[in-house]
């Protein structure tokens, strides 16, 4: 598995410099592929956060913006999240005499915007539409790879929590502290409402490499609507670093239906504050872009074995005209 992985970085690196020479047309859409799993920490386990697959497509504004805003894009998302305790194998009695926290899926659907402003800073909003609990489809998508790839059965199902459409909305802001050539520091805070998901997070954003300035760089989506010719860098190298602490008052996934009295077998405590730190690298050429990332993320319920969960990630975007 690690042999196939590296393999398969090296050719998305390949194909992104090889990206360069292909157009000088400037391209105005973006189609992103995201995978993340605890498995990319090598593993072998499902547990906590166990798995997330989204597609994303973003699209230039063609109305006129106001002076001060260097670009505007749209926003539409559709994906699953999947939820399992710590023990989810062996036999059906041993998962549920040890379950730490429910079995959950989030299936849902999004459209947002993002603000890219001429003084560096950046503002993001969504609002997302879905649905958790069974309809979410979550052990359906589980059970049927671990099938389909020869995987070890998965038990304890029939513990996660009730179904429940979720209507939520979501802020991100990101503030300059520091902006310079290659290197630029951000106060970050994000906040999201609804009967899903309600919490709110304040923390930082380093980014270093090989960036063009924050209204162009690949990381904010700013090489749309810019040809090659117009980049300061045909190919972009972005290591970051986003360290947070986060208040939590709702998650649906741990806590179960937020307007219903049966809220499902088995539902968790939520830990009030916890620590999330996202690190990782992307790599962009004119039309291709790939990206890396690990989340540590402190325990999100009170009930769960482990101090803290790690899920790696992959995205793969490409750029229309």
Known sequence: MRHSALLLLLFLCSAIVGSAQQTTTARTAELTITTENDNYNFTKQDRYYSNGLFVKYQWLANNKQPAKLAQKLHRIEAGQM???????????????????????????????????????????????????????????????????????????????????????????????????????????????????????????????????????????????????????????????????????????????????????????????FIYIIKTGFSVSGPVIGFSAYYHFKQREAKSMIQPQEVYGAFAISVRFR
């Open 82 to 272: 999947i939820f399992n305790p710590y023990l989810n194998r062996r036999s059906l009695e041993q998962v549920l005499e040890k379950q730490d926290r429910p079995y959950a899926g989030w299936l849902y659907g999004s459209y947002g915007q993002t603000n890219v402003y001429h003084n560096s800073s950046v503002l993001q909003w969504d609002v997302v539409a879905g649905v958790v609990g069974p309809a979410a489809g979550g052990k359906a998508v589980q059970t049927n790879y671990h099938k389909l790839i020869g995987l070890y059965k998965i038990y304890g199902w029939e513990n996660q929590v009730n179904n429940e459409p979720g209507l939520n909305a979501s802020l991100r802001y990101y503030h300059p502290l520091a902006v310079a050539k290659n290197v630029s520091l951000h106060a970050a805070g994000k906040a999201m409402l609804g009967n899903t998901f309600t919490n709110a997070a304040a923390g930082l954003l380093f980014k270093t490499g090989k960036m063009d300035a924050e209204t162009e760089t690949a990381y904010w989506t700013g090489r749309l609507g810019r040809n090659s010719k117009q980049n300061y860098h045909r190919q972009e190298f972005v290591f970051f670093l986003e360290p947070m602490l986060m208040a939590q008052a709702y998650n649906a996934t741990v806590q179960g239906p937020l307007f219903s009295k049966n809220k499902g077998t088995y539902t968790s405590p939520l830990n009030p």
